[in-house]
Nanobody
Framework: QVHLVESGGGLVQAGGSLRLSCAAS????????LGWFRQGPGKEREYVAT????????YYAHSVKGRFAIARDTAKNTVYLTMNRLESEDTAVYYC???????????????WGQGTQVTVSS
């Protein structure tokens, strides 16, 4: 059974940085894509970034490109999201997810973590 466990969330001032981790287990993720989504208060779940487990190719939402970076450590079975120049609009619960294709669509992701809260104070 696939398990995705996020960590690293917290309270940070605007302009600051934070790194989220997602520990993945339960299957061989070769050929899979690990993604990050977020859901702010009163908002729908929003795509943030995706990385190919096999190749390391990355994809980003326009709203975070240049500020956020997704990476993976295959030896540790962990995906990271480094967030820089954080803004109050980045406040959300951040979720890790896994899909068999590179996509921004929530519905295509088969496995989800429980989420970690990120709060950016202005």
């Amino acid at each position: 059974q696939v398990h995705l466990v996020e960590s690293g969330g917290g309270l940070v001032q605007a302009g600051g940085s934070l790194r989220l981790s997602c520990a993945a287990s339960g299957r061989n993720f070769s050929g899979y894509y690990l993604g990050w989504f977020r859901q702010g208060p009163g908002k729908e779940r929003e795509y943030v970034a995706t990385i190919s487990w096999s190749s390391g190719n990355t994809y980003y939402a326009h709203s975070v490109k240049g500020r956020f970076a997704i990476a993976r450590d295959t030896a540790k079975n962990t995906v990271y999201l480094t967030m820089n120049r954080l803004e109050s609009e980045d406040t959300a619960v951040y979720y890790c997810a896994a899909a068999p294709i590179p996509t921004y669509l929530v519905s295509e992701y088969e496995h989800w973590g429980q989420g970690t809260q990120v709060t950016v104070s202005s």
